[in-house]
């Protein structure tokens, strides 16, 4: 089977953006120092440069992407609470995260920030331990094996 020039492309881009996510790219610059370092500003630079240039839209019928200023809700973890890479071999570390809020609220109107906060802090509490197996309006819980989990 003989791949085009554009395939090849198009999967490199979504294994250096799958790989910059993960932390593969990074995985030796962990550095205990306040101080941001030369290749954490190039990485950085290349983990926006990836998800950029990799995102692609399957099918649009002209609904998107939606007009700047235009009204948008957001809900569950992820808008508030974004996962940044994985857990164990999958955990990456970084200086900063921008979650779904920050980045969208520069460019849209989003219209449930009460829901937005009150969720953050319920699931800040959860993750401090802070809320039983009887999970809140905004975050669920299942008692597992050895744990409990909180949802969204």
Sequence with gaps: MKMSKMTKRALSLMI??????SGSATALAWSLSDEVTERETRNGELAVKAAEEGMV?????GT?????????????????CTVKGGTG???????????YYQGLKEVYNVVNTDYLAAYEEDWNKAQNG???EEGTDYVGS???????????
């Design 130 to 132: 802070e809320i039983g």
């Design 64 to 80: 998107l992407p939606l007009p700047e200023g235009s009204n948008i809700a957001l809900y569950g973890n992820g808008a508030v």
């Design 16 to 21: 250096a953006g799958a790989m910059t996510v």
């Design 89 to 99: 071999s999958g955990n990456v570390n970084q200086r900063n995260i921008i979650n």
């Design 142 to 152: 299942k008692t597992g094996f050895c744990s409990t989990v909180y949802f969204g």
């Design 57 to 61: 839209l399957l099918r649009n019928d």
